[in-house]
């Protein structure tokens, strides 16, 4: 699952090669929910690929149709994979970051629920097991890190994540600092604005379940995402390279995995630009933007 309709789009085509996935003669990908108008679905194989929106009351809707979805269809153990971007704390853009515990505005490791006019609270807990082998895909040839680490869930992109360029702010750069400064000294490494409410629903369903997102910046460093657009696009491809490492290992473990060895992929076996070209600009404009 991921944020927008074309980024799931493009994880679609990007998973469909990598897993060797064959289409029919004269057939093409097609968008399942497309007359929906509220999300986009692509079914590749044993893989379905949802974009979930922005925020916690766009990703609960679509959560609880996908967990109404799994039980219908009658899936077996499904695990659900979040993809996305964040801020990083204390972390250069381009970082891959798994979560190991997702928090919300006042560091609790639950997503609050108001039901009947009643405050309800959930934990908001991840598959370790599942984070902790995501890390494992992780290459000594990736040009960039994957880090596991505590995640900051807000309701709001400007004031809730201590931004000093929304259309309102209430306190001086001193004070956004200071409290970057306590979210890292309590282990969170990102913000982003759907972790809280993903792991509650996966959680209270008994699905396994993990997010992995890519740094954007370093919030510590500003507030503003300055790097050029050719450059966050293949760091966006950064979290779908590690994920479909995983759903090859899954996928070869049950043996139904075709063409493993016997293709690249776009990017390759480790998930690396294949252009030498590119790869040098991209590499190039990483680090002057870290």
């Known amino acids: 699952m991921g944020g927008t309709p074309k980024r799931m789009e493009n994880f679609a085509h990007f998973i469909m090669n990598e897993i060797g996935y064959k289409l029919p003669a004269g057939t093409m990908l097609q968008d399942i929910s497309e007359f929906s108008y509220r999300y986009s679905m692509y079914k590749v194989g044993p893989v379905l690929c949802v974009s979930h929106g ?3 009351p766009s990703v609960s809707i679509l959560m609880h149709e996908m967990i109404k979805l799994m039980y219908h269809a009658k899936c077996q153990e499904p695990i659900f994979i979040r993809i996305g971007t964040c801020g990083g704390i204390g972390v250069e853009g381009g970082t891959v970051i798994i979560t190991e515990g997702a928090l919300d505005a006042q560091l609790r490791n639950s997503q609050e629920f108001t039901i009947l006019g009643k405050t309800v609270q959930r ?31 807000t309701n709001d992109f400007y004031e809730g994540q201590g931004r000093l360029d929304g259309a309102f702010c209430d306190f001086t750069e001193a004070d956004k600092m200071a409290y970057l400064e306590e979210l ?9 604005m759907e972790s809280t409410i993903f792991a509650a629903l996966t959680h209270h369903a008994g699905i396994k379940a ?5 740094a954007l910046l370093n919030r510590l460093n500003g507030d503003q995402v300055n790097a050029p657009k050719e450059v966050m696009n293949e760091w966006q491809q950064r979290p779908q390279t590690l994920v479909s490492r995983y759903i090859r290992k899954v996928l070869a473990q049950k043996g139904q995995l075709k063409n493993m060895f016997g293709h690249q992929g776009l990017f390759g076996h480790q998930g690396s630009i294949k252009s030498p070209r590119r790869f040098k600009l991209v590499q190039q404009e990483s680090q002057a933007h870290e």
């Open 54 to 56: 922005m925020g916690a």
């Open 184 to 192: 890292r000294d309590h282990g969170v490494v990102n913000i982003e």
């Open 123 to 153: 934990p908001a807990k991840l598959d370790e097991k599942l984070a902790r082998e995501l890390k494992s895909l992780a290459s000594h040839d990736d040009p960039y890190d994957t880090i596991i680490g505590k995640t900051l869930c």
């Open 210 to 214: 993990a997010v992995v997102c890519v």
